[in-house]
């Protein structure tokens, strides 16, 4: 793709640019400290400034700068300069990159169960099972080897990948992504303790994926005893996630990788949960929260909190506290000795 | 079903009930925070005790509180009072909940090998492929997808969910559940280092499930290289966990979603482990013990022990712990202060 | 096969051995504590030493350790002696044990592609599903129910196992195992955080394993938004491993079950991350360093630290930082004390 036309593109954020090569061409998106010739990179904060000295990409996505503009024009490099660089990366990638998508059909080797209601151009791969009176939107992708048991509805355009697993009377909104490896709506881990040991509870419930929401690899989202698992409109989950039965997540939140939520966990909106965090059974935590990575979350959370550590106090206190743990061999030395002065005198 | 119906089915656990309209029909079970009419719902312990005065739901399970039923019978709603609300709502949702089961019958994609041996009413669905000398007992239910290598056992009744994997020589009892994604058998991480590298150790043990035992979604259960990996009877698996080559787990015990055994780890019976915790090589776990969410344990743990933290310590002592380390920064100011008016005065 | 095949085969390692039956057969291995008749074990440290003089093992593999050697001997056991005890047992179990390895051929049930390219002597297991443009190598194995995404390589002799998923344009080496459930090139989780909500950031990487790596059960390896997440030769994962978009794993690493890797991460060589251990986006760990189970590290770890703790401090620091950790209720304790001395005398 010619530059000016990615410049073209990207329209109204586009404060500036440069291209003294109309012909430039462009052939795919890299990272400043690894382009070669004919691609396209990014400067958004100070860290990777220092690169447009010496990147050897052909065009530079910039800030709003005017020193690095100066500094590409002096290297001949085409550029331009926008309000939101690491947005106009993305939909620059967007526009060179063609991701795999399979054409619409039904392949001769899926079993799409009679009761099945398909939308148009939907696409059904190999071996993919699609069991009674589930329904599938327009321009849905089932990928191959995926099952989905009975009962599920999908919104249009949502993507299922290989080999992921959804479960009976779970419903998926629109334009979701379901990745690799996922399993939604299976039975949540619910027993009583009885005498004669641990007794399954029947989960009747369901899981609800609402528009735009994405599962990672390999993820696990459980169906409850009695009413649904839900998450909300346009929120993330990377690979190896849990959400416990009953679970309610809000919309726009980023949950990442190996992050866990026990039982009826109710989260708000545009919560973020880092690496690996933990939340115990039915805990709130409040809208625009945050959590550091391996935060263990056992009580409730305000909105707009930043919490750290396990269990989990505010991340200031947590910093300071953390700084002091590694000096507490120090600060024991202090105290024996004050124990002893202290014994010398009297 | 008609309530009549249910209280006459928990049997011998009711206390107490009361139909004024014997003809009400519940249609299905209900959290009693969002009970609409035509549903059932309990309460257990206090904390849910204040929707019985609001609640929408039809019909209650109650413990046995003469002030529940009382308020109860002033709204005018149906009620059955137990000795133990939790197992009578487990099972009045077993009664009116029919979880998906697939009919006994053997699909047309199904690839099974010519020397498995396959009981009574077993079900294998599309796409699932049973090797060589694999033995399945009756009602067994193997959906969709479904991969099992050779010379594998099954018990009765036992079910396996769409996509999971069941590797060579691996022994499941009767009664058991496979949740979708899991891989049972497969090698554990068994490497010797040698001048060039880590060499792989072949894994020529297997993996043994006894009777009742539950395997949660993309769980994983290792095979060592010599000898089993045993999961006792009725022992449940949460989602996401990691069981090393060479473990031994007792019976009954809840092994909470993420959490990790490395190799040769050895389980009592009955034992809790809380969701991300982790349990070193080789340690020992006595019957009834307890660990909270994320411990990391270390070092052998004593029998009904509950223990917390990284590395695991008794509860109590970690809740004065950690209730201190947010105060460190504060321990630390008294310290210097102590130390300057010491050293003011000498 | 007899004992002294075994012993022959050992070759140069063996130091001395003892053989009074040269028809004695050995029909498997076993471990020390629990061997019986016919199987041979290995005796490497101290802690099993003591199980020379009971165990029902018929042949033994023990160090260069004369006493050893006297016990088995007035046992009447066969054994032999060698250097390397542990790799000598991997290497006898190798000869012992034959793992399940389909022949080769092309299951009719598999769907390949006109445009695949397939080396001499591959096997595709029922229901593996090959997309346009892969390119397997020779012995390439790809059991049941495998996705293998467009434009993939695989290299001869690579193993993947029954249900793992493979992204577009991954690239893997020769001699890498790929354990059951894991998925290797999804899209990594990159979003842009615009007005309208988190925009997805389209991940034109791809993933790239070296000669020799293994990756565990239901690990997932992502690709990045532009470059390649690379795995270096003959590192091994574990079970349940998240390695984010972009990062870069050097050559002989031992990543152990649920640990966690953000995006941009850089690993050098001979790195062992133990058990559930988080790594922070773009941190660098430097060649042989050593991160202890749980250890949560968030900025750079110089070449052979061996570090632990969250946030991560060296090891002998923590090892007594967490032992004061559990004495901060008397430390606080000795405080006040001080404190209500001082004030007394005041």
């Keep these: 793709m010619k530059f000016v036309e990615i410049v ?59 020193g690095l503009r100066e500094q590409a024009r002096q290297r001949g490099m085409a550029w331009v300069s926008t309000r939101n660089p690491r947005e106009a990366f993305a939909r620059s990638i967007a526009m060179l990159y063609r991701p795999f998508r399979p054409e619409p059909g039904i392949h001769e080797k899926a079993s799409v169960a009679a009761s099945a209601k398909l939308g148009r151009n939907v696409h059904i791969g190999a071996n993919a099972v699609i069991h009674e009176g589930v329904v599938l939107g327009d321009e849905v992708c089932v990928h191959a080897n995926v099952v989905v048991y009975p009962q599920v509805t999908i919104g249009d355009r949502t993507v299922l990948h290989a080999n992921c697993t959804v479960h009976e009377r779970t419903q998926i909104g629109a334009d979701c992504t379901i990745q690799s490896g996922a399993v939604l709506g299976a039975e949540g881990f619910g027993f009583v303790p009885t005498p004669s040991g641990l007794m399954r509870m029947e989960q009747s419930g369901c899981v609800v994926l609402e528009d735009g929401v994405e599962i990672g690899c390999n993820s696990t989202v459980d169906r409850p005893a009695v009413g649904e698992t839900r998450i909300g409109k346009n929120t993330k989950l990377d690979n190896l996630v849990q959400i416990g039965h009953g679970c309610r997540i809000g919309a726009n939140c980023a949950i990442c990788a190996q992050v866990g939520l026990a039982g009826g966990v ?51 206190l947590w910093l300071r506290s953390a700084a002091l743990y590694k000096r507490l061999p120090e600060i024991y030395q202090s105290l024996r000795q004050i124990q002893r002065r202290l014994n010398d005198r009297s």
């Design 8 to 66: 073209e593109r990207l329209g109204e954020d586009v404060v500036a640019f440069d291209v003294s090569d109309e012909t430039l061409e462009i052939a795919k998106a890299a990272a400043i400290d690894e382009a070669i010739a004919g691609t396209i990179a990014f400067v958004a904060g100070d860290k990777f400034a220092g690169y447009v000295a010496e990147t050897q990409a052909s065009a530079l996505i910039l800030p709003d700068d005017e």
């Design 266 to 316: 109710t989260l708000g909106n545009n919560i973020t949960l880092a690496g690996q965090v933990g939340v115990a059974n039915r805990a709130k935590i409040g809208d625009g929260a945050v959590a550091s990575a391996k935060t263990g979350i056992h009580q409730d959370v305000e909105a707009g909190a930043v919490v750290s550590g396990f269990p989990a106090i505010a991340n200031p």
